[in-house]
């Protein structure tokens, strides 16, 4: 019992070491370099130098983001796997982030302004909510919601939405780089108030889902096995899905489209920790802001002057390391 | 009586099928029950409707007193537990973990498992055998040892009814009885009821109080295995043929299903004397190579006779004990005479069927082939002090006698069909 409680601090402080470390690290370097002991006065000292601003105004709402965003994806794959007992579904399964990008190519095209500069992601936030409900009850039969059904009709409406995309996006090629650009998920033009709508969603939604734990780990035995050990399934899938779809949305509406954390972070947990998602769920958002933040880092300094948007670093980052942890699992044997 | 689960009028529909027709079931506690009928009889469905997985259109189950529609799901899953056909996790979990799982209807939310929560999952991990391993991972277990783990689960759980729906269906017959065993034992010492859905009726006739049949979703019988497990029960409900008998051990009723794969119809004729068991197995194979077959003289209740009554076979019947009559040799001797093929089996021989040994010296018969399956036993066959085996000696000096190995005899007699045409 001792035994188990340690392992549990150390796993903790191993996730905590590495979740400051990569905050100190997105932190520390960028296109312009502020010496340590500068940053250390304007943090802690409130001096104010040259640097202040970039330190205080772009860097550090920017790492905050990434951290949150990542928290986020990485929180809902965990999630999103669970309810559809599915290694290969992640953040964006059912058409989310189709959705989310139709919203925003339509403002984009459109060019309206109700929001001010933030109306590019309420569009995008609606379209991610509205594509998982179009989803939910698309795939609604009798009162129940069949999860290959719903996977199905994810699969479906997301091809749906990407040919209307494309369509939009041949009709106004002007606007192109644009739509590109926001696809691709950056954290480029992030700012405090930015981090404070989505964090406001995101960090609530996120401790929301952990209460679910128990009832996740009882999917894995399938639906109909949790329902004789007494969950309600359907209404743990409901308010599950929801709690992810505002999620996704927040994420979506302030970084885009940032692919594979969602898929990759929760793995990383499972492969170290097991499946249990009353750890799985924390782990995997600790982690997922961690990827985040070191793969926003890495992209604005790699190749200077210019930037990597973060989705593409993700994937590029994410992608060889699964695979790793996939090939040293199976050489285990396990 | 004290029910645990009674059913009234269920109807049940999938769509516009109607699955269930007006079931009306009473299980009294502490019964072990057992629900068998083909695919499709809507057995599975049945089960699903006990445990609320599916709710009915029409009519009710009530749990003990309760109406099992008033009862939260969390209610329905502390007095019923379900052990499905086999589990398979996408992501694994150790055996404990799962077990625990089992206390979901119990445990606090914000408080977490308890003493008492750890106390009841060891104990339902001790009684189903799987503490040994409660600290693997459930896809590393054999078939069995999963099977034992959901049981513990299913305990866990702490319910009054046990649901089953095919829970042997995979496993290797060691751990069918392993399980079978366990959810006895339940049903026994801790006065659970239990509900299963199987397929093997022998399994089904082995541990059931009560055996339902189901045939297109209705109840065609209940009661007792030896009172539903008939022959005509199991040709009408299951459109196969059985013979049905009792378990020489256990006292059981035991089904053999008569294989139908009726081979070409073959045109030789063979008389078989036998007795005491010495022709069940080649009375089996000729039958079902299609040898137009009649034995005798057998005693009523007779193995061999039992068969031949099986296969409906010309048999020249005799009172049980008694010894061979004059009528019974007359019409051993005219089953004989119209054969094309008469076989001596090595049968133990006294002064009351001696008479069986004596026909084949009958000059009626002086130009039937007779093949005598040997043995080296002779002496020890005899109890009729030397009797027999001299007219084993003046048999196999005729020359329509021939002696044969009972390994050849199949072969034989198949060459001598094609000869016969």
Same mark, same amino acid.
């Given at each position: 019992?001792?035994?188990?409680?340690?392992?549990?601090?150390?796993?903790?402080?191993?996730?905590?070491?590495?979740?400051?470390?990569?905050?100190?690290?997105?932190?520390?370097?960028?296109?312009?370099?502020?010496?340590?002991?500068?940053?250390?006065?304007?943090?802690?000292?409130?001096?104010?130098?040259?640097?202040?601003?970039?330190?205080?105004?772009?860097?550090?709402?920017?790492?905050?983001?990434?951290?949150?965003?990542?928290?986020?994806?990485? &929180?809902?794959?965990?999630?999103? $796997? %669970?309810?559809?007992?599915?290694?290969? =579904?992640?953040?964006?399964?059912?058409?989310?982030?189709?959705?989310? &990008?139709?919203?925003?190519?339509?403002?984009?095209?459109? %060019?309206?302004?109700?929001?001010?500069?933030?109306?590019?992601?309420?569009?995008?936030?609606?379209?991610?909510?509205?594509?998982?409900?179009?989803?939910?009850?698309?795939?609604?039969?009798?009162?129940?919601?069949?999860?290959?059904?719903?996977?199905?009709?994810?699969?479906?409406?997301?091809?749906?939405?990407?040919?209307?995309?494309?369509?939009?996006?041949?009709?106004?090629?002007?606007?192109?780089? $644009?739509?590109?650009?926001?696809?691709?998920?950056?954290?480029?033009?992030?700012?405090? $108030?930015?981090?404070?709508?989505?964090?406001?969603?995101?960090?609530?939604?996120?401790?929301?889902?952990?209460?679910?734990?128990?009832?996740?780990?009882?999917?894995?035995?399938?639906?109909?096995?949790?329902?004789?050990?007494?969950?309600?399934?359907?209404?743990?899938?409901?308010?599950?899905?929801?709690?992810?779809?505002?999620?996704?949305? &927040? =994420?979506?509406?302030? %970084?885009?489209?940032?692919?594979?954390?969602?898929?990759?972070?929760?793995?990383?947990?499972?492969?170290?920790?097991?499946?249990?998602?009353?750890?799985?769920?924390?782990?995997?958002?600790?982690?997922?802001?961690?990827?985040?933040?070191?793969?926003?880092?890495?992209?604005?300094?790699?190749?200077?002057?210019?930037?990597?948007?973060?989705?593409?670093?993700?994937?590029?980052?994410?992608?060889?390391?699964?695979?790793?942890?996939?090939?040293?699992?199976?050489?285990?044997?396990? | 009586?004290?029910?645990?689960?009674?059913?009234?009028?269920?109807?049940?529909? +999938?769509?516009?099928?109607?699955?269930?027709?007006?079931?009306?079931?009473?299980?009294?506690?502490?019964?072990?029950?057992?629900?068998?009928?083909?695919?499709?009889?809507?057995?599975?469905?049945?089960?699903?409707?006990?445990?609320? +997985?599916?709710?009915?259109?029409?009519?009710?189950?009530?749990?003990?007193?309760? #109406?099992?529609?008033?009862?939260?799901?969390?209610?329905?899953?502390?007095?019923?537990?379900?052990?499905?056909?086999?589990?398979?996790?996408?992501?694994?979990?150790?055996?404990? #973990?799962?077990?625990?799982?089992?206390?979901?209807?119990?445990?606090?939310?914000? !408080?977490?498992?308890?003493?008492?929560?750890?106390?009841?999952?060891?104990?339902?991990?001790?009684?189903?055998?799987?503490?040994?391993?409660?600290?693997?991972?459930?896809?590393?277990?054999?078939?069995?040892?999963?099977?034992?783990?959901?049981?513990?689960?299913?305990?866990?759980?702490?319910?009054?009814?046990?649901?089953?729906?095919?829970?042997?269906?995979?496993?290797?017959?060691?751990?069918?009885?392993?399980?079978?065993?366990?959810?006895?034992?339940?049903?026994? !010492?801790?006065?659970?009821?239990?509900?299963?859905?199987?397929?093997?009726?022998?399994?089904?006739?082995? +541990?059931?109080?009560?055996?339902?049949?189901?045939?297109?979703?209705?109840?065609?019988?209940?009661?007792?295995?030896?009172?539903?497990?008939?022959?005509?029960?199991?040709?009408?409900?299951?459109?196969?043929?059985?013979?049905?008998?009792?378990?020489?051990?256990?006292?059981?009723?035991?089904?053999?299903?008569?294989?139908?794969?009726? !081979?070409?119809?073959?045109?030789?004729?063979?008389?078989?004397?036998?007795?005491?068991?010495?022709?069940?197995?080649?009375?089996?194979?000729?039958?079902?190579?299609?040898?137009?077959?009649?034995?005798?003289?057998?005693?009523?209740?007779?193995?061999?006779?039992?068969?031949?009554?099986?296969?409906?076979?010309?048999?020249?019947?005799?009172?049980?004990?008694?010894?061979?009559? *004059?009528?019974?040799?007359?019409?051993?001797?005219?089953?004989?005479?119209?054969?094309?093929?008469?076989?001596?089996?090595?049968? +133990?021989?006294?002064?009351?069927?001696?008479?069986?040994?004596?026909?084949?010296?009958?000059?009626?018969?002086?130009?039937?082939?007779?093949?005598?399956?040997?043995?080296?036993?002779?002496?020890?066959?005899?109890?009729?002090?030397?009797?027999?085996?001299?007219?084993?000696?003046?048999?196999?000096?005729?020359?329509?006698?021939?002696?044969?190995?009972? #390994?050849?005899?199949?072969?034989?007699?198949?060459?001598?069909?094609? *000869?016969?045409?």
């Amino acid at each position: 019992m001792a035994n188990k409680v340690f392992k549990r601090f150390i796993s903790i402080s191993i996730l905590l070491l590495l979740f400051i470390s990569s905050f100190i690290f997105a932190v520390a370097i960028g296109a312009v370099k502020i010496p340590w002991e500068e940053i250390i006065e304007i943090i802690f000292f409130g001096v104010n130098t040259d640097n202040r601003v970039i330190l205080m105004d772009i860097r550090l709402p920017r790492v905050m983001i990434a951290a949150i965003l990542g928290a986020g994806l990485a &929180a809902v794959g965990g999630v999103m $796997q %669970g309810i559809f007992m599915n290694p290969l =579904v992640d953040s964006y399964t059912l058409g989310m982030s189709s959705g989310a &990008a139709l919203g925003a190519v339509f403002s984009i095209v459109t %060019g309206i302004g109700i929001f001010g500069y933030a109306t590019t992601g309420v569009f995008a936030f609606i379209g991610t909510v509205s594509t998982l409900f179009l989803v939910y009850f698309l795939s609604k039969t009798k009162n129940r919601v069949s999860i290959n059904t719903l996977l199905l009709a994810g699969v479906a409406v997301s091809y749906f939405l990407s040919s209307i995309i494309s369509f939009v996006m041949m009709m106004n090629k002007h606007k192109l780089d $644009q739509i590109v650009f926001w696809t691709m998920g950056s954290l480029s033009s992030s700012t405090w $108030q930015k981090f404070i709508i989505s964090s406001s969603i995101i960090i609530p939604g996120v401790l929301l889902l952990n209460i679910f734990g128990r009832e996740l780990n009882i999917m894995s035995l399938g639906e109909e096995s949790a329902h004789y050990i007494g969950v309600d399934v359907e209404r743990l899938k409901y308010i599950l899905l929801g709690i992810c779809s505002l999620i996704v949305g &927040a =994420v979506v509406s302030t %970084g885009g489209t940032i692919g594979f954390l969602g898929l990759v972070a929760p793995h990383i947990v499972r492969l170290i920790w097991g499946s249990d998602y009353r750890r799985l769920i924390p782990y995997s958002a600790i982690i997922g802001g961690s990827i985040l933040m070191l793969a926003d880092a890495l992209g604005r300094v790699l190749i200077q002057p210019s930037e990597i948007p973060v989705g593409v670093m993700t994937s590029i980052m994410g992608g060889p390391f699964f695979v790793f942890l996939l090939r040293k699992q199976k050489s285990k044997g396990a | 009586m004290n029910y645990e689960v009674k059913v009234e009028n269920l109807c049940f529909f +999938y769509g516009e099928v109607n699955i269930l027709k007006d079931i009306n079931l009473n299980f009294q506690a502490g019964s072990f029950v057992s629900i068998i009928g083909p695919n499709g009889s809507g057995k599975s469905t049945f089960l699903k409707n006990l445990s609320r +997985y599916l709710e009915p259109q029409k009519g009710i189950v009530m749990l003990g007193d309760k #109406d099992i529609n008033k009862l939260s799901k969390k209610e329905i899953s502390k007095k019923v537990s379900v052990v499905p056909q086999n589990i398979l996790l996408e992501f694994d979990f150790k055996v404990k #973990d799962i077990v625990m799982m089992g206390r979901h209807p119990y445990v606090n939310r914000w !408080k977490g498992e308890t003493e008492e929560d750890k106390k009841i999952v060891e104990k339902a991990m001790k009684y189903t055998n799987i503490l040994q391993f409660s600290d693997r991972f459930y896809n590393e277990l054999s078939g069995g040892e999963k099977q034992r783990v959901i049981l513990a689960q299913a305990l866990a759980q702490q319910p009054k009814v046990l649901l089953l729906d095919e829970p042997i269906s995979h496993l290797d017959l060691q751990y069918q009885v392993e399980i079978l065993d366990l959810v006895k034992r339940l049903t026994l !010492k801790e006065g659970m009821t239990a509900i299963s859905v199987l397929h093997d009726l022998n399994m089904a006739s082995g +541990y059931s109080d009560i055996i339902i049949m189901l045939k297109e979703g209705r109840v065609y019988c209940q009661g007792k295995p030896e009172e539903v497990l008939t022959v005509e029960n199991i040709a009408y409900v299951f459109n196969i043929n059985v013979s049905v008998s009792k378990n020489p051990v256990t006292g059981k009723t035991y089904v053999y299903p008569i294989s139908v794969i009726s !081979k070409k119809k073959r045109k030789l004729k063979i008389h078989i004397i036998c007795g005491g068991g010495t022709g069940v197995k080649l009375i089996q194979e000729l039958a079902t190579l299609g040898f137009h077959l009649s034995t005798g003289v057998l005693n009523i209740g007779d193995s061999d006779w039992a068969i031949s009554k099986e296969y409906e076979l010309d048999v020249a019947e005799e009172v049980p004990f008694m010894s061979i009559t *004059n009528e019974a040799y007359k019409r051993n001797l005219e089953l004989a005479m119209i054969s094309d093929v008469v076989i001596l089996l090595p049968i +133990y021989l006294s002064k009351s069927n001696i008479m069986n040994v004596k026909l084949l010296t009958d000059c009626k018969l002086k130009d039937k082939k007779i093949y005598i399956v040997e043995d080296d036993n002779l002496e020890k066959r005899d109890f009729t002090n030397g009797e027999a085996i001299e007219i084993y000696k003046e048999l196999l000096n005729k020359p329509n006698v021939v002696p044969v190995k009972k #390994d050849e005899l199949k072969e034989i007699l198949i060459k001598a069909d094609e *000869n016969h045409g």
